[in-house]
C-alpha cells in the first residue's frame, strides 16, 4: 500500500534548527512535496525533489534519499511564524499525491 | 489578485440536506481538485478534473458529485449531507494534470453536519 509517515508535533526554539523527517512508500515515485499550513488557513507549496540530495532555498532545505524512502525539511533560523503544520506528499507512478497526516511544528520563544 | 476563492468559508447543515460548495480560479490552470482534510488524516482527494469537461473519481468518491463546465469553475455537491461529511473542504487547482505541477489551494470551506 501507499503510506507517508511524519511525527504528530515537534516542538523548537525560536532561533534554532530544526528537522521534520517523512519516510513514503509510493507506487511508483515522481518526487517529494513538502506544504506549509498555518492553523485555519490553506496548505501553500515550499519545496519539490525528485533527486537524492538537499535542495536549499533561503531558511528552508529539503533533502531526499530515494533508496531509503525518506525525506526531510530543515528550517533554520526559526521564528515565531513558522509555527505552522508541515505536511509531506509522495507523488506516486499516476502522478497522484499521497499526503502525510502532517507535523504541527510548535516554536516557543 | 491571481488565486482561488471558495465559497462558503463555513456552514452548518441538517443531515439530509443538499449542498454545493463552489470553487474558482482565474490562472487559467486545467486542473482542478476536490480534497478534505480531517484530523489526524492526510488530505484525501474527492474527485478531480483533467480539464474542462472531464472529471474523474478520487481516494473518497462516495457521496459527492461534481462538474467541470468551463475551466474556471469546480463546484462540489454533496446530495444527501450525513455527518461523517463534516470536514474542511480545500479546492486545489494546477497548470496541467499528470505532471508534478504545483498545486495551488484555496482557502478552505469548513462543513458541519448536524
Known amino acids: 500500500g501507499q503510506n507517508i509517515d511524519q511525527p504528530t508535533e515537534m516542538t523548537a526554539t525560536e532561533g534554532a534548527i530544526v528537522q521534520i523527517n517523512c519516510t513514503y512508500q509510493?507506487?511508483?515515485?515522481?518526487?517529494l512535496f513538502w506544504y506549509q499550513q498555518h492553523a485555519g488557513e490553506a496548505p501553500t507549496f515550499l519545496s519539490y525533489?525528485?533527486l537524492d540530495g538537499l535542495e536549499e532555498k533561503g531558511r528552508f532545505s529539503s533533502f531526499l534519499s530515494r533508496s531509503k524512502g525518506y525525506s526531510y525539511l530543515l528550517l533554520k533560523e526559526l521564528q515565531m511564524k513558522d509555527s505552522a503544520s508541515y505536511l509531506c506528499a509522495g507523488m506516486d507512478s499516476n502522478y497522484q499525491l499521497i499526503w502525510g497526516a502532517g507535523t504541527k511544528l510548535i516554536i516557543k520563544p | 489578485i491571481a488565486g482561488i476563492t471558495q465559497a462558503p468559508t463555513s456552514q452548518i447543515l441538517a443531515a439530509g440536506r443538499r449542498m454545493t460548495l463552489r470553487c474558482t480560479q482565474d490562472?487559467?490552470?486545467?486542473?482542478m481538485y476536490w480534497y478534505r482534510q480531517d484530523l489526524g488524516l492526510g488530505l484525501r482527494l474527492i474527485h478531480y478534473s483533467n480539464t474542462a469537461g472531464t472529471t474523474g473519481k478520487g481516494e473518497v468518491p462516495d457521496g459527492y458529485s461534481v462538474s467541470r463546465a468551463n475551466t474556471d469553475d469546480f463546484p462540489l455537491t454533496l446530495a444527501s449531507a450525513v455527518p461523517s461529511q463534516t470536514s474542511v473542504y480545500f479546492c486545489a487547482s494546477s497548470g496541467t494534470s499528470g505532471s508534478t505541477d504545483t498545486k495551488y489551494f484555496g482557502p478552505g470551506t469548513r462543513l458541519t453536519v448536524l
Open positions: 490562472m487559467r490552470h486545467n486542473a
Open positions: 525533489n525528485v
Open positions: 509510493t507506487s511508483g515515485f515522481n518526487g
